[in-house]
């Protein structure tokens, strides 16, 4: 089983600075690799999709990088909707097959 | 418009059983793999399983299998999540979401392109 990992746990940063935050995979994955936003009480929303390809609606300040095991989202310019939690997702193609979620990366307001 | 219109939450005991729906429409329902998601209070998401309606094919993250069922309906264009004996453990937000293309023959398709609103389950004596 192919096992994600997310950091920083938190960061904390102020409105205009550049974010940038990681997933990990212990097992190649290509580039079968997803990053979600889910605001508080509401459902997470695709930004990034195929490690770099920003999803319909996704703002171009957010960007996509990485294959294989390591992968960077990063923010250019952090907007107060952009606080949020962010989490990465995979696909194991092997058996059974596993969409997995990573565990997770907030990002406060400084 | 796509949407995925989730049933209303739910207060049950521990032993109770409980089924909770995910009503789809504006797309073509029996051509979507659709999945659904848990995230327990204050924790992340975890991948359950999912379902092809068209022929009810359903694959489950082995940490559920046996504790929940996936099922769906054609004719109505609903897929639904159902537990037989609810435990405390199971308290938390459930979501559906839907496969933008069959993962299976286009590993492209993994990802979730929409979701539902998520139903809250509350399982306390």
């Known amino acids: 089983e192919i096992v994600m990992t997310q950091s920083p746990a938190t960061l904390s940063a102020s409105p205009g600075e550049r974010a940038t935050l990681a997933c990990r995979a212990s097992?190649?994955?290509?580039?079968?690799l997803a990053w979600y936003q889910q605001q508080p009480g509401q459902a997470p929303r695709v930004l990034i999709y195929?490690?770099?390809t920003r999803a319909s609606g996704a703002p171009a300040r957010f960007s996509g990088s990485g294959s294989g095991t390591e992968f960077t989202l990063t923010i250019s310019s952090l907007q107060s909707e952009d606080f949020a939690v962010y989490y990465c997702?995979?696909?194991?193609?092997?058996?059974?097959?596993?969409?997995?979620f990573g565990p997770g990366t907030k990002v406060e307001m400084k | 418009e796509v949407q995925l219109l989730q049933s209303a939450a739910e207060v049950r005991k521990p032993g109770e059983s409980l089924k909770i729906s995910c009503k789809a429409s504006?797309?073509?329902?029996?051509?979507?793999?659709m999945g659904w998601v848990r995230q327990r209070p204050g924790k992340g998401l975890e991948w359950m399983g999912i379902?092809?309606?068209?022929?009810?094919?359903?694959k489950y993250n082995p940490s559920f299998r046996g504790q929940v069922t996936i099922s769906a309906d054609k004719s109505s264009d609903t897929a639904y999540l159902d537990w037989s004996s609810l435990k405390p453990s199971d308290t938390g937000i459930y979501y559906c979401?839907?496969?933008?293309?069959?993962?299976?023959?286009?590993?492209?398709?993994?990802?979730?392109?929409?979701w539902g609103q998520g139903t809250m389950v509350t399982v306390s004596s």
């Open positions: 979401a839907r496969h933008p293309l069959d993962p299976f023959s286009d590993s492209s398709g993994y990802y979730y392109d929409f």
């Open positions: 195929g490690a770099s």
């Open positions: 097992q190649g994955v290509g580039s079968n």
């Open positions: 997702q995979q696909y194991d193609n092997n058996w059974p097959p596993l969409f997995t």
């Open positions: 504006g797309f073509t329902f029996t051509s979507h793999w």
């Open positions: 379902i092809f309606p068209r022929d009810s094919d359903t």
